[in-house]
Nanobody
Framework: VQLVESGGGLVQPGGSLRLSCAASGFTFSSLAMGWFRQAPGMERELVAAISRSGGATDYAISVKGRFTISRDNAKNTVYLQMNSLKPEDTAVYYC?????????WGQGTQVTVSS
């Protein structure tokens, strides 16, 4: 079981980034997926979640209307499109997969929003 994130980086306020998480080692369509983030000195928090089929999504209030989570089960990949980024979005972003009480995490990718 492996989750590998990519797409992080440095962006100016108001800019956009797209994170990707490639999964391997299990049947991707059987997992609910999500993105979490953790800023320095803060607890890890849920940013967005998506159901196994992709038909249902949920977002933290702080990102609703700016971020979009999606998945491509044929490519075993989940995405997080982040628009109108703010300095407070700066954090390490982690990909999450869960099934039957088991949790799987990626290694994290740094997103820094700064001018």
């Amino acid at each position: 079981v492996q989750l590998v994130e990519s797409g992080g980086g440095l962006v100016q306020p108001g800019g956009s980034l797209r994170l990707s998480c490639a999964a391997s080692g299990f049947t991707f369509s059987s997992l609910a997926m999500g993105w979490f983030r953790q800023a320095p000195g803060m607890e890890r928090e849920l940013v967005a979640a998506i159901s196994r089929s992709g038909g249902a999504t949920d977002y933290a209030i702080s990102v609703k209307g700016r971020f979009t989570i999606s998945r491509d089960n044929a490519k075993n990949t989940v995405y997080l499109q982040m628009n109108s980024l703010k300095p407070e979005d700066t954090a390490v972003y982690y990909c999450y997969g869960g099934i039957n009480g088991y949790d799987y995490w990626g290694q994290g990718t740094q997103v820094t929003v700064s001018s």
